[in-house]
């Protein structure tokens, strides 16, 4: 619980050795303790979404417990503490994220929803026939799909940003591509098909001195890195809250209170105007003019105890734990005959993509499973990264802050197994 | 889950490695499948004369599971009729469903498509085998068996 994840806690940055994080925290999971056909359980999926430490379904629990009720409306007791909860982890959220101010975090139920928001609302505002937005080659069909549908509706053109055979964006041509026309760059923080961390900071430097803002998609980077979108000056940053070790239902979208306010509503309802009569409806402040109906209020709670214990352990210790682990990954993949990388970025974080040489990675995944080892097979909603490798789908090993070497060393024993039994 | 060696049969694996009737078929009807989940395709030729089958063939790329079911297919439709070849697939969709019992499999003509009968243990891959099927309905021009076998 989160005395283990305290007494962890690693300020000065001294060096402990590898594995120390793993071995401490795993305790704080108990979904992790358990046997998959007869193996130990080796759960490597994290890029779809994270197991939950105890303190969150804690949190969780204990809030339905004594604190529940609707929020920003009952003056009753139970009211005014489920809202001091539920905007507790707003700012928890605001302080996590380095934002200037809570009223710049947005409750969404999670990245898509938040990219949605931003493209029907700014991108309606902003964006006009032969305009253009910008995508890159490695997004997540969430981050390429409202854009692109935008598009259509405003016969505007969605250009692409393209990738090299290493996975890693071109810069270059993300140069060229910024132009007096683009309203909008959509990127992401971190590739979830290829494990690539970006420059994101050259990016939205590279975008601003064009003038064009960014959306930043950091669903893959909140759970691995220290973020801080006041020092990176990104417009929009978008995540969610399941693969940071919170619950699944709620996400963020902070974006900039200059931008924010000047869009007009996504959804509309309740919780989310000053007055309505059948004449007219005035919009309340942000940020509910952007969180229309009851919200997760206890996913909130739950978000807020995930922040609590990520810190508690230190976004840098974990980045540092995790980097090392992937270049454990690399190394031992990369030495089994017949695997190809599918992205070898010099800089990565969560995820490492392989193929394997005449074995489908759906029949790498089902032999794993066996083993008891939990990866993902298939385009992991990236089909043009697919289509970029010239390759149907991967297998891909994605880590959390619980893996640990042995971990890995097991999932490299039944990638060799998968090639014995496949023949 | 049973035992891998169940699911990964040796006929399977051969025919995932040695796929029967792989080819394209000129002057054929044909239909294309498409897993969206796991980015299978795969488009399966039938030539259909009077209602019966005259031959049937299949291109992709997938799995070992939807491979080997695609070729087995294959060899199995060849000379039957239409009515016939809907029925062997209602008969496998209930094998790898858990719907077929054991003892219903005698004079099921499933014959070498048994080696499917563990997929009921896999209910994820369920559509890997099931997908070539459809995408020849589909070919038989039954747009009800269509695309994709989400």
Known sequence: ?423 | MSDLNELYQEIILDHNKRPRNYRKLAAASKAEGHNPMCGDRVTVYVKEKDGRIEDVAFEGLGCAISTASASIMTERLKGRTVAEADTLFRRFQDMVTGKLLPGDRDGSGLDALEAFQHLSDYPMRVKCATLPWHTMKAALGDRDGAESSR
């Open chain 1, 1 to 423: 619980m989160m005395a283990t994840a305290l007494r962890i806690e690693n300020p000065a940055g001294t060096s402990h050795h590898p594995g120390f994080l793993a071995d401490t925290v795993a305790e704080d999971f108990p979904i992790l303790h358990q046997r998959v056909h007869g193996r130990p359980l080796v759960y490597l999926d994290n890029a779809a979404t994270t197991q939950k430490p105890r303190a969150v379904v804690e949190a969780m629990s204990r809030f339905y417990a004594t604190d529940y009720a609707n929020v920003h409306r009952g003056v009753y007791t139970l009211g005014a503490r489920a809202t001091g909860r539920f905007e507790g982890a707003r700012a928890r959220v605001q302080r996590f994220i380095h934002a200037p101010s809570p009223e710049e975090i947005i409750f969404v139920r999670g990245t898509t929803e938040g990219i949605n928001l931003v493209a029907s609302t700014f991108g309606e505002q902003h964006v006009q026939a032969g305009d253009d937005v910008l995508v890159t080659e490695m997004e997540h069909h969430s981050n390429i799909v409202p854009w692109q549908v935008l598009c259509q509706r405003k016969g505007a053109r969605l250009r692409v940003v393209p990738i090299d055979d290493r996975g890693e964006l071109d810069l270059e041509a993300l140069a060229g591509l910024l132009g007096p026309r683009t309203r909008i760059l959509a990127v992401a923080h971190v590739s979830n098909a290829l494990g690539t961390l970006n420059p994101i900071n050259e990016i939205v430097a590279m975008a601003h001195a064009r003038g064009v803002p960014v959306l930043v998609d950091g669903a893959q980077a909140a759970p691995h890195l220290p973020l801080d979108v006041a020092a990176l000056d990104a417009d929009f940053y978008v995540f969610s809250s399941h693969k940071m070790y919170g619950p699944d239902g709620i996400g963020v979208l902070y974006g900039k209170r200059k931008l924010l306010e000047a869009m007009p509503p996504y959804q509309t309802g309740g919780d989310m105007i000053r007055s309505v009569s059948f004449e007219r409806t005035t919009y309340d402040d942000l940020p509910h003019k952007f969180e229309a109906g009851t919200p997760a209020i206890a996913a909130a709670v739950g978000l807020h105890a995930a922040i609590d214990y990520l810190e508690a352990i230190g976004m840098a210790a974990i980045a540092r734990e995790e980097e090392a682990l992937l270049a454990h990954a690399v190394a031992r993949l990369e030495a089994i005959p017949g695997v190809r990388l599918v992205g070898k970025a010099a800089h990565r974080a969560g995820a490492v993509s392989f193929v394997l040489e005449g074995v489908h990675p759906h029949d790498i995944a089902t032999i794993l499973d066996s083993r008891g080892v939990a990866i993902r097979a298939g385009h992991h909603c990236a089909q043009p990264v697919m289509d970029r490798f010239g390759v149907p789908a991967t297998a891909r090993v994605s880590v959390g802050m619980y893996n640990t070497r042995r971990d890995i060393d097991t999932l490299v024993e039944a990638v060799y197994e998968t090639k014995e039994v496949m023949g």
